[in-house]
């Protein structure tokens, strides 16, 4: 069983920055920050390979975000910078087998980016 808890989540203005954490119990395989926007479908941010140390990250956050991990805390991060209005969504972490299907979600915070 996985639990994930994820945090950081808040108001800031445009071409600002904040840090998202999630903390990971249980074994993972591939971990991912995933976001949905009010009315729109869920867009893939970032992911990693766990045994690999891959990271991959979406065409619209390439450049500005960055995800890293710490095993000592069992949590990784995703560090935003630079950010717009349109970051503006809920941000999940997720644990799946691959980045391609999630088992496990977390709550999700909310990142709400003003103009």
């Known amino acids: 069983q996985v639990q994930l808890v994820e945090s950081g989540g808040g108001l800031v203005q445009g071409g600002g920055s904040l840090r998202l954490s999630c903390l990971v119990s249980?074994?993972?395989?591939?971990v991912a920050w995933l976001r949905q926007a009010s009315g729109k479908e869920r867009e893939f941010v970032a992911g990693?390979?766990?045994?690999?140390?891959?990271?991959y990250y979406g065409d619209s956050v390439k450049g500005r975000f960055t995800m890293s991990r710490d095993d000592a805390k069992n949590t990784v991060y995703l560090q935003m910078n630079s950010l717009k209005p349109e970051d503006t969504a809920i941000y999940y972490c997720?644990?799946?087998?691959?980045?391609?299907?999630?088992?496990?979600w977390g709550q999700g915070t909310q990142v709400t980016v003003s103009s």
């Open positions: 997720a644990v799946g087998h691959n980045l391609d299907e999630y088992e496990y």
């Open positions: 249980g074994h993972t395989y591939a």
């Open positions: 990693i390979l766990w045994n690999y140390g891959t990271i």
